[in-house]
């Protein structure tokens, strides 16, 4: 039983994980955000590390609320 709900929230987390990342990313990457990143590093890679860091701590940040709102539900 317990085996089975896990299992079935994190298939629920790896779902929502893909949908939060695409909004995530499609919010972030905006072009006053794009240009500005790119003229404070004037390098593409810092820029796409420095997104990915941005993008990967919202979306952490959003599933450990979200998991810690499930639990203390039950």
Do not use: C, H, W
Not at 47 to 62: H, L
Request: charged share 40%; hydrophobic share 35%.
């Amino acid at each position: 039983m317990i085996k089975e709900t896990n299992t079935k929230l994190v298939k629920k987390y790896l779902k929502e994980l893909d949908e939060l990342k695409e909004k995530e990313v499609n919010e972030f990457l905006t072009e006053e955000n794009i240009s500005t990143a790119r003229e404070l590093t004037k390098d593409e890679d810092t820029f796409e590390s420095i997104a990915q860091y941005v993008i990967g701590y919202r979306i952490t940040k959003a599933l450990l609320i979200d998991i810690g709102d499930e639990f203390s539900q039950q």
